[in-house]
């Protein structure tokens, strides 16, 4: 089992920046691939980030790339998603997760998840 814990969302201007972090317990983290999700209100969740084990290989969707930026510490046990270049349609409730098994970019491939963090981005 692993647990994780989000934490460092909040109300931003748009173009300012947030750091979000994900805390991880339970087995080997650096074991696990880890990302993010995030899921806006009447839509589905959306894959963000992910990185590797190791953190070698990072992904992006692409309405991210050049502005978020995933990583990892795994001595810490922590993965975190720099965003900067913020926009309001980037307002959503971010998601860390791990372990996915198949596509990574398919929410109901990754089989661990923390409750989310609020992001909200003012125009």
């Known amino acids: 089992q692993v647990q994780l814990l989000e934490s460092g969302g909040g109300l931003v201007q748009a173009g300012n920046s947030l750091r979000l972090s994900c805390a991880a317990s339970?087995?080997?983290?650096?074991?696990?691939?880890a990302g993010w999700f995030r899921q806006a209100p009447g839509k589905e969740r959306e894959f963000v980030a992910a990185?590797?084990?190791?953190?070698?290989?990072?992904f992006y969707t692409e309405s991210v790339k050049g502005r978020f930026t995933i990583s990892r510490d795994n001595a810490k046990n922590m993965v975190y998603l720099q965003m900067n270049s913020l926009k309001p349609e980037d307002t959503a409730l971010y998601y860390c997760?791990?372990?996915?098994?198949?596509?990574?970019?398919?929410?109901?491939?990754?089989?661990?998840w923390g409750q989310g963090t609020q992001v909200t981005v003012s125009s």
């Open positions: 339970g087995r080997t983290f650096s074991n696990y691939p």
């Open positions: 990185i590797t084990g190791s953190g070698s290989n990072t």
């Open positions: 997760a791990a372990d996915p098994d198949g596509d990574y970019t398919n929410h109901v491939d990754w089989e661990y």
